[in-house]
T-cell receptor
Framework: DAKTTQPNSMESNEEEPVHLPCNHSTISGTDYIHWYRQLPSQGPEYVIHGLTSNVNNRMASLAIAEDRKSSTLILHRATLRDAAVYYCIPSTQGGSEKLVFGKGTKLTVNP | EPEVTQTPSHQVTQMGQEVILRCVPISNHLYFYWYRQILGQKVEFLVSFYNNEISEKSEIFDDQFSVERPDGSNFTLKIRSTKLEDSAMYFC?????????????FGPGTRLTVL
C-alpha cells in the first residue's frame, strides 16, 4: 500500500478556497488517487478520484502533479458543512480494493 | 438517493457475548466491506466480500469474526465472543464493481460498546 503524508490540520474561513495537499511518493503507476472525507460522527464519504489528469465534480477539484507523487484537493468555496477529516487514498484497481485510511487532515472552517 | 443502512445504531454488550451487526448495502452493488474505527483512531479495514465469499481480510479479522450475506440483501458481521478492545464504530460499505473507480458508499455506522 502506498504511503501518504497529509498535514494533521488546516483552517479556513467560510466562502474561501481551501487547498488540501497530499504526498504519495510511493504510488504505483496504476493506482488511482481517491479522496474521502469524514464529517463528525458520520461514516466516510467519497469526494473525488483521478489517475493523471485534473478532475472536477460538484464537490471539489483534484489537481494531480505531473509525476503523480502528490495531489491537492481543492474546495472552491468552503462552507461550514465542509468541516471534516479529509483522506487521500491511493487505490489499486482490481481485487478487493480495500481502502487504507491514514490519519487525514482535519479541516476547520471558521464562520 | 440510495444509501447503505446499518442497524443497530448503538449496541451495548457484555464481554464474552456474541453480537451481530447488520447492514443493508445498496441493491445493485457487488462488493461489500466492513471497517472499524476505535475512538480517536484511524478507520481500519476488516474484510471485503464478493461473490458470496471473503476476498480479503485484515489481521484484525481473526476467528472471532465472521461475515455473511444470508438473504441477498443483508450483510452481517458477527463477533462471537466480544472483548473490551472490540469497542469501536463499525462501518459497512458497498460498491458497484468498476475498473476506474473505488467509490465506496459507507453506512452511518454501529457504535459497539463492550462492557
Amino acid at each position: 500500500d502506498a504511503k501518504t503524508t497529509q498535514p494533521n490540520s488546516m483552517e479556513s474561513n467560510e466562502e474561501e478556497p481551501v487547498h488540501l495537499p497530499c504526498n504519495h511518493s510511493t504510488i504505483s503507476g496504476t493506482d488511482y488517487i481517491h479522496w474521502y472525507r469524514q464529517l463528525p460522527s458520520q461514516g466516510p464519504e467519497y469526494v473525488i478520484h483521478g489517475l493523471t489528469s485534473n478532475v472536477n465534480n460538484r464537490m471539489a477539484s483534484l489537481a494531480i502533479a505531473e509525476d503523480r507523487k502528490s495531489s491537492t484537493l481543492i474546495l472552491h468555496r468552503a462552507t461550514l458543512r465542509d468541516a471534516a477529516v479529509y483522506y487521500c487514498i491511493p487505490s489499486t484497481q482490481g481485487g478487493s480494493e480495500k481502502l487504507v485510511f491514514g490519519k487525514g487532515t482535519k479541516l476547520t472552517v471558521n464562520p | 438517493e440510495p444509501e447503505v443502512t446499518q442497524t443497530p445504531s448503538h449496541q451495548v454488550t457484555q464481554m464474552g457475548q456474541e453480537v451481530i451487526l447488520r447492514c443493508v448495502p445498496i441493491s445493485n452493488h457487488l462488493y461489500f466491506y466492513w471497517y472499524r474505527q476505535i475512538l480517536g483512531q484511524k478507520v481500519e479495514f476488516l474484510v471485503s466480500f464478493y461473490n458470496n465469499e471473503i476476498s480479503e481480510k485484515s489481521e484484525i479479522f481473526d476467528d472471532q469474526f465472521s461475515v455473511e450475506r444470508p438473504d441477498g440483501s443483508n450483510f452481517t458481521l458477527k463477533i462471537r465472543s466480544t472483548k473490551l478492545e472490540d469497542s469501536a464504530m463499525y462501518f459497512c460499505a458497498s460498491r458497484i464493481t468498476s475498473a476506474t473507480t473505488n467509490e465506496q458508499f459507507f453506512g452511518p455506522g454501529t457504535r459497539l460498546t463492550v462492557l
